[in-house]
């Protein structure tokens, strides 16, 4: 959706438009009734209403391209990097299987924690934390015994975007790989988070959709 007011002078014709508009709903209520005039306002104000929040701002800011540049500028290192986003399907052989062409890279895992409405409530966390950990931590193990070079972290559970915008920043991804399980079965494609990151990022954005079948049903995210 676009910013109607982005400055003093969207201001100005905003409400300049706004007196236009009223002036000539009262020159058709006087010229021929008071139906004709309300319909001229009400179509007008849902007409601009449907454009305002049809169009794209083009002025908008986009926090996970501008945190993807400020850490590529800032990088070091002239081998490719690579951000995996991934938290239940870390220890899934699709993403495995994706992880092994990429040998060559620099790997940085981080894992955001996206926990049910009902236990974000109630601030019960701590498991879903300790077993991001749990499994952070095996994957590190597996990829350096695949002679793959990676690090990684785990996101604060109360911002996983946040998180993700903040890895971007520090280490200068090349490509993002993000792995969920399918439509239906992933709180994070619920979210968007998908969408958002490939139409955002100027970077390659690979999305890995790992097979439920492979994983236990109270696993599943």
Not at 44 to 55: K, N
Not at 202 to 221: K, L, Y
Request: proline share 5%; net charge negative.
């Amino acid at each position: 959706m676009r910013n109607p007011i982005r400055d003093e002078t969207d201001a100005f014709h905003l409400a300049l438009g706004g007196a236009g508009l009223i002036a000539a709903s009262v020159a058709v209520g006087a010229l021929v009734n008071a139906i004709a005039a309300g319909t001229l306002f009400a179509g007008a104000l849902i007409g601009a209403l449907v454009w305002e929040f049809s169009s794209k701002d083009p002025d908008r800011r986009q926090p996970l391209r501008e945190a993807a540049e400020q850490g590529r500028r800032a990088a070091t290192s002239p081998r490719s990097r690579v951000l995996v986003v991934a938290n239940r399907t870390l220890q899934e052989e699709e993403l495995a299987a994706r992880l092994r062409h990429r040998d060559s890279c620099e790997l940085h895992i981080v894992a955001p924690i996206l926990v049910s409405r009902a236990r974000y409530l109630a601030s019960d966390v701590d498991r879903e934390i300790e077993e991001a950990h749990e499994r952070l931590a095996a994957a590190l193990v597996w990829a350096r015994a695949e002679g793959i070079e990676a690090s990684g972290k785990v996101g604060d559970p109360n911002v996983a975007f946040g998180a993700i915008e903040d890895e971007l920043r520090r280490f200068a991804a090349d490509e993002v790989l993000i792995s969920t399980y399918p439509p239906g079965m992933s709180n994070w494609l619920e979210t968007d988070i998908v969408a958002r990151l490939q139409a955002e990022l100027d970077i390659p954005v690979t999305h890995v959709v790992v097979d439920p079948d492979r994983a236990p049903v109270s696993a599943r995210r």
